[in-house]
């Protein structure tokens, strides 16, 4: 399935923060057929440094998408039933509007004065988009970690346009530990040079300080039993000056590679930008809570033993809060070694209860929509 | 109690990569009156970032030792009975000679041309001082973290000169999880270009690189429920540039705080080497194996619930295979919230359970050097 991202241009978008982006890009693709009456949409939200190309091939690189595992036909999103739509995040970097993408004021990338944008304002862009596609419900939304946040953004902002929510290896929001985490990488950018107060872009961007950034990132997506069993103590050639001459291990060799091949794909001003939206999102906030009541939303979330990045108590913190509200919650810890990327990766049983709860949430929909159509196709007889 | 840090100069030192290292600088302070027999010493071992300075006020900064909390009259290495050395470790930065000292084949700072320490190093040059000290056998060795494996290296290396081990919240070899946490930080460091490949003692050092470094290991010491208590998501006034103007939280202030105060009194290239030093430790190399079965060392093993830098599976593998080696070893996992900082921070339990077991130790070899005092006495008569 060779799949192509668009672009829709939006001439202006109010941030919650108060500033107006004039105009805005937003970037997706779309898998399966929009029905009719456009019911079976299913949009799903990716982490932190993914982008739209979710599934299928990408028709310019080549490359299958983010939650290629999880979405296609017969899969756990079956686009023989469902369309499923992914879109980039607002101040992302790859075709939505971020810090990065020219300012019309200046004719410059807006770099540090693209102004702070949050979860919520990243879901209020979707809707815009989704009711340009004439898509005013969605029978589901899901997405893990940062993507998780985004579903939970979705229930409490628009519960009326939302069937079923699906957060999957996820928080409502961030502790301490991930604040700290997220800052380290922040601080490893910003320290750069190449930095230079975000302005870098008719020059060479922070690579280093964006490689460590993302080192840091990548040992809290995997598990301690992952990465014992992906590289134990084994070690690797020596390419660089080490301390002493010191032996290199496959781990320390991996995580530079990683490091360097994300500086091709990712800006450094959105990785602040986005890191900073995750931080400050909070589903216990006041304002969340007091919209937590109204909706007929039906949930599912998903955990996994291994993630210590996203770890199940915070999964089960929204579950208790959601029930509490009396929603209709359903909850799965999954059993994985393969921590936080579980979700990206050991999609079998995360497929079986998805595929199984997407069907229940599409075969009520149905009857409902039946029993609501009937008494009127009687009146008009 | 005001003490000072004292330096012996020993002319050569042959370290297990095949190097020499001539002269080679110890820097060690003393606690408690060593007896007449000098049956009475405790060698204390530090962690990574440690010094000499373990106990009491420093003549020189007026600053408590770090682990004043453990060594003193009355507490669990009470320095009424016992002597307690500590000496800061090889390739340090704090006294004892490192990467930071000046060749004397060049008369400038070694930087990289410093050769490869080891564990077995650090232990080798300690009992180079012990024997000068006329220190011969230990009535015990104990440390945290990196001092852990220190003490192994003891047990392991010196059997005979070790009545008893006290490894705590350590490790007998890192796993691929906490060679890539020390990877972030060499790379935080290495990135930074005023590391300039470890040549910058006549310039500016790699402040930033090392602080982001710090800022890494602060957050592996730290519990997620203790970065919680002490810190939540609340909010710290903003002092820098923040990307979209956005909030700062008291845990990025902290952390950026203590990254910056640790540039002032520890050095990059140390901090390259101690690693590397730690990384390539390995107790269950074929070499240590063979040299377990012959000691009489009582061991003690201490891990905390929630250290998960140095979980407590990494204790109980130490052990099983000590046990499997018919060692004599008691192991307590401790209930603190405070993560791997527990040992230095939490000592209430610990000070109960090393006292203990120390009286016990002191007990029996005095038991034992009474019986075999006894019938020479008897034959002298």
């Given at each position: 399935?060779?799949?192509?991202?668009?672009?829709?241009?939006?001439?202006?978008?109010?941030?919650?923060?108060?500033?107006?982006l004039?105009?805005?890009?937003?970037?997706y693709?779309?898998?399966?057929?929009?029905?009719?009456?456009?019911?079976?949409?299913?949009?799903?939200?990716?982490a932190?440094?993914?982008?739209?190309?979710?599934?299928?091939?990408?028709?310019?690189?080549?490359?299958?998408?983010?939650?290629?595992?999880?979405?296609?036909?017969?899969?756990?999103f079956?686009?023989?039933?469902?369309?499923?739509?992914?879109?980039?995040?607002?101040?992302?970097?790859?075709?939505?509007?971020?810090?990065?993408?020219?300012?019309?004021?200046?004719?410059?990338?807006y770099?540090?004065?693209?102004p702070?944008?949050?979860?919520?304002?990243?879901?209020?862009?979707?809707?815009?988009?989704?009711?340009?596609?004439?898509?005013?419900?969605?029978?589901?939304v899901?997405?893990?970690?940062?993507?998780?946040?985004q579903?939970?953004?979705?229930?409490?902002?628009?519960?009326?346009?939302?069937?079923?929510?699906?957060?999957?290896?996820?928080?409502?929001?961030?502790?301490?530990?991930?604040?700290?985490?997220?800052?380290?990488?922040r601080?490893?950018?910003?320290?750069?040079?190449?930095?230079?107060?975000?302005?870098?872009?008719?020059?060479?961007?922070?690579?280093?300080?964006?490689?460590?950034?993302?080192?840091?990132?990548?040992?809290?997506?995997?598990?301690?039993?992952?990465?014992?069993e992906?590289?134990?103590?084994?070690?690797?050639?020596?390419?660089?000056?080490?301390?002493?001459?010191?032996?290199?291990?496959?781990?320390?060799s991996?995580l530079?590679?990683?490091?360097?091949?994300?500086?091709?794909?990712?800006?450094?001003?959105?990785?602040?930008?986005?890191?900073?939206?995750?931080?400050?999102?909070d589903?216990?906030?006041?304002?969340?809570?007091a919209?937590?009541?109204?909706?007929?939303?039906?949930?599912?979330?998903?955990?996994y033993?291994?993630?210590?990045?996203?770890?199940?108590?915070?999964?089960?913190?929204?579950?208790?809060?959601?029930?509490?509200?009396?929603?209709?919650?359903?909850?799965?810890?999954?059993?994985?070694?393969?921590?936080?990327?579980?979700?990206?990766?050991?999609?079998?049983?995360?497929?079986?209860?998805?595929?199984?709860?997407?069907?229940?949430?599409?075969?009520?929909?149905?009857?409902?929509?039946?029993?609501?159509?009937?008494?009127?196709?009687?009146?008009?007889?």
């Amino acid at each position: 399935m060779i799949v192509h991202a668009q672009t829709v241009v939006i001439p202006s978008f109010r941030l919650e923060c108060g500033a107006t982006l004039a105009p805005v890009s937003i970037a997706y693709e779309m898998y399966g057929e929009l029905n009719d009456d456009a019911s079976n949409a299913i949009l799903v939200e990716h982490a932190f440094t993914g982008d739209a190309h979710a599934a299928g091939i990408s028709e310019s690189d080549g490359k299958p998408g983010w939650w290629d595992r999880m979405i296609g036909p017969g899969k756990a999103f079956d686009t023989n039933r469902y369309c499923v739509i992914c879109t980039n995040v607002l101040s992302g970097c790859r075709g939505t509007t971020g810090p990065s993408s020219i300012s019309p004021e200046t004719g410059r990338p807006y770099a540090m004065s693209f102004p702070a944008t949050t979860i919520g304002d990243m879901v209020r862009l979707q809707k815009e988009l989704l009711d340009l596609l004439g898509i005013h419900r969605l029978l589901a939304v899901s997405g893990g970690s940062m993507g998780g946040m985004q579903v939970l953004e979705w229930a409490v902002s628009f519960p009326d346009r939302v069937l079923s929510a699906i957060p999957i290896a996820s928080t409502g929001r961030h502790s301490a530990q991930q604040i700290a985490f997220n800052e380290v990488g922040r601080q490893a950018i910003m320290s750069d040079p190449d930095w230079n107060e975000g302005n870098y872009y008719d020059a060479d961007p922070p690579r280093r300080g964006l490689a460590v950034a993302r080192m840091v990132g990548h040992i809290t997506y995997m598990s301690d039993e992952s990465m014992r069993e992906k590289f134990g103590r084994r070690l690797r050639e020596k390419t660089l000056l080490e301390p002493g001459d010191a032996d290199v291990f496959e781990v320390e060799s991996y995580l530079r590679h990683r490091g360097n091949q994300f500086v091709n794909r990712f800006d450094a001003n959105s990785y602040l930008y986005i890191t900073k939206a995750m931080d400050s999102y909070d589903l216990f906030a006041a304002d969340n809570l007091a919209n937590l009541n109204e909706s007929g939303t039906r949930f599912l979330l998903i955990s996994y033993t291994s993630d210590w990045l996203y770890p199940s108590y915070q999964s089960l913190e929204i579950v208790n809060l959601l029930r509490s509200r009396n929603h209709d919650v359903a909850y799965v810890e999954l059993s994985s070694n393969y921590g936080h990327d579980a979700f990206l990766v050991d999609v079998a049983q995360q497929t079986e209860v998805v595929h199984g709860f997407l069907s229940s949430v599409s075969r009520n929909h149905l009857a409902r929509a039946g029993r609501a159509r009937a008494p009127r196709e009687r009146v008009a007889r």
